[in-house]
């Protein structure tokens, strides 16, 4: 296993570094000037000169790259052109909310798509796996920002049942940030549920179909059985390395129904950095979301080995 990890870890690093020149590079031709912005109205030639010295925005691009990467190999991110914050304060602001909302929406994902999976395979042709393949594919279907938007309308407005937006940290009322959040996490819930109801029942028909779970029926074991322990524990493998690789996807998602239901997460982080050409802010959050999503793969990895003792001699 310790072999596996350093494999996945040597491959890591020209991903890393991939990710990290294609957002240097492809910010930059982003249209509009951030030194403009950061000027205000009058615009002094000296104030701007100053700024591009300051942020080295004179520099050729890989000059501007090679410093960029050398101070994120210190472990510095920059600082906020706009706030003059560094990014790794606002990164550790913003990702705990970013990580409750992901971890909130997994949990609704998984006790609903996996359970919708089992049901349409154990009943194979009734209603009850037409009405799951139904509910799946429209979970797929839907976008996220339409859904969050007629929630709103219909639980918070309407109904006057749930905040229609913003957070509240669990430090400081723990009910009441698990109600802000709960709209937004069943939205970004809906297409992880339908992608695990498909593949949990792709997984449970085929282990239904095999040989064990044959000789376990002819030996009289209860149908209950069968599914939940024999089949099931089989499906299982590779759900779990697709929970684990579409929570990864969770944390870089999020961004629409952050923004839908204003919460100061990563989402809402990125998207006021594009807008605003904050470099700095774009290149620390995106680098972070792919370090998380490789992390996640090396996860998804680690956990299939351990699901799988078979793989470990591998």
Request: glycine content about 6%.
């Amino acid at each position: 296993m310790l072999r596996l990890i350093l494999r996945r870890v040597v491959v890591a690093i020209p991903t890393l570094v991939l990710v990290s020149m294609l957002v240097f590079m492809l910010q930059k031709i982003l249209p509009g000037d951030p030194v403009l912005t950061l000027a205000g109205e009058e615009r002094d030639p000296a104030v701007l000169d100053y700024l591009r010295d300051k942020y080295r925005l004179n520099d050729p691009l890989p000059v501007q790259y090679g410093a960029w990467i050398s101070q994120v190999l210190q472990g510095d991110l920059g600082k906020s052109m706009r706030t003059d914050v560094p990014v790794l304060s606002l990164i550790a602001q913003k990702l705990p909310v970013t990580l409750q909302l992901s971890v909130m929406a997994m949990f609704f994902a998984v006790i609903i798509g996996i359970p919708m999976g089992i049901i349409a395979a154990v009943r194979k042709g009734t209603a009850l796996e037409m009405g799951a393949n139904v509910a799946a594919l429209s979970g797929m279907s839907i976008p996220n920002f339409w859904l969050g938007i007629i929630l709103i309308m219909l639980v918070s407005v309407q109904w006057q049942l749930l905040p229609a937006s913003g957070y509240v940290p669990p430090s400081e009322d723990l009910w009441l940030s698990l109600k802000t959040l709960l709209m937004p996490s069943l939205v970004l819930s809906t297409a992880i549920a339908a992608y695990l109801m498909r593949h949990t029942r792709s997984a449970m028909l085929e282990a239904l179909s095999a040989d064990y779970v044959r000789t376990a029926r002819a030996k009289g074991a209860s149908p209950r059985a069968v599914v939940l322990r024999h089949a099931l524990r089989n499906a299982l493998m590779p759900i779990v390395t697709l929970v684990t690789l579409l929570f990864g996807e969770l944390l870089a998602g999020a961004v629409l129904t952050e923004q839908v239901f204003t919460i100061p997460g990563f989402g809402k982080l990125i998207v006021d950095a594009v807008f605003n050409r904050d470099y700095a802010v774009v290149q620390g959050v995106v680098l972070c979301v792919a370090v998380g999503f490789i992390v996640m793969n090396l996860l998804a990895d680690i956990l299939y080995i351990l699901v799988n003792p078979r793989l470990r001699h591998a």
